[in-house]
């Protein structure tokens, strides 16, 4: 992998990440941009303890242009774009209305392709290969960032989900603060460690291992399951088989099968609904350990694929007992759903 960062014309870091070691990325940014200006300020919620980002100038972000406009493809055919090279392989970059900024934290986006028309489940291993070095790049460099304490690499794909920008693209957090969902998973493992003396994220893989009807797939160093308790229709929950609390703790091994693991998956998401239904809209969340929480050590990095489609034509709403109580109800077995999964097989 070669790795060029540059700087576009207000200022915000870009980086392109190559497969070939020869790839010479020179070309400026040539818009005439004013310099970013954001309004991100993070407020305490003292009732319940989390964080909330006010982000008043996203108001004004880019909103579903047209494919010829898209600002995430490269500059071409005399048409300028975020990204200054005529082509890419991977590609990130400060986002210009970020919801995190300064020292409230960072956003960052991520260009899978610069095939406007493509998905993740369409490019080839190599290229998936790359992103993953991309996220652990990214994951290492806002490491050293002062203020970040945890980052988190994701996707979110379909209008559904409420993507604004079809190109197939994700993003990296930067928090200033653990999250809330990493916190709870912190304070359940160390709660584990000290009542027996074992690891929780150790045994919930042992269980589904041991259970074996909520497994989806398994190679040598990567298990996917639907969980015991999924929130979610479609839910499936990555995992190395050694567990470590990052992306930057892999090993060579769990690198190399991590693509034809993670493709595949996203295949199947695509066929668990039929060829009549649109793509299946989708979020896919890696949890990472915070950079210097209490119970680091304890974290199993692991990768959150989940759908709000829970049959053809109907989505699974956040309405008044998950969003007013935090208590979601699945219609779908999460028995019944792995087993979908395991059908649709390539």
């Not at 954001?38 to 009732?47: K, Q």
């Not at 668990?272 to 979020?283: K, L, M, R, V």
Request: glycine share 6%; charged share 25%.
């Amino acid at each position: 992998m070669k790795k060029t960062s540059t700087r576009l014309a207000d200022g915000r870091e870009l980086v392109y990440y190559d497969s070939r070691d020869d790839v010479v990325r020179d070309a400026a940014d040539l818009r005439p941009l004013d310099a970013v200006s954001t309004a991100s300020e993070i407020r305490h919620d003292v009732l319940l303890g989390d964080s909330v980002a006010v982000a008043s100038h996203r108001q004004g972000r880019t909103y579903h242009p047209p494919a010829d406009e898209c600002p995430l493809c490269p500059s071409r055919d005399g048409r300028l774009s975020e990204i200054p090279e005529p082509d890419y392989d991977v590609v990130v970059f400060e986002n210009r209305f970020p919801s995190l900024a300064g020292e409230q934290g960072r956003c960052e986006v991520v260009c899978f392709t610069s095939d406007h028309d493509a998905s993740f489940a369409d490019i080839s291993e190599e290229q998936a290969g790359l992103v993953l070095e991309a996220w652990t790049d990214r994951t290492a460099e806002l490491a050293g960032v002062p203020g970040v304490e945890q980052v988190f690499c994701f996707e979110n794909r379909g209008a559904e989900i409420g993507v604004t920008l079809q190109h197939p693209h994700g993003q990296i957090y930067g928090y200033p603060f653990t999250t809330p969902r990493t916190a709870l998973m912190l304070r359940s493992a160390t709660a584990h460690r000290e009542s027996t003396g074992g690891n929780l994220f150790d045994e919930v893989v042992a269980r589904e291992r041991a259970e074996g009807s909520r497994v989806v797939m398994e190679g040598e160093h990567w298990i996917a399951f639907v969980p015991y308790a999924a929130h979610w229709p479609y839910e499936v929950h990555l995992y190395p088989t050694r567990r470590v609390p990052d992306l930057r703790a892999l090993d060579d091994a769990a690198r190399t099968e991590f693509p034809r693991m993670y493709l595949e998956l996203l295949r199947r998401f695509d066929r668990i609904f039929g060829d009549a239904e649109p793509p299946t809209p989708y979020i896919a969340a890696w949890h990472q350990a915070p950079f210097t929480a209490p119970g680091r050590d304890d974290f199993a990095l692991h990768l959150e694929l989940f759908t709000i489609r829970r049959t053809s034509g109907k989505l699974k709403f956040l309405a008044g007992s998950e969003s007013g109580m935090s208590v979601f109800i699945n219609d779908v077995p999460p028995e019944a759903a792995a087993g979908r999964l395991r059908e649709v097989a390539s």
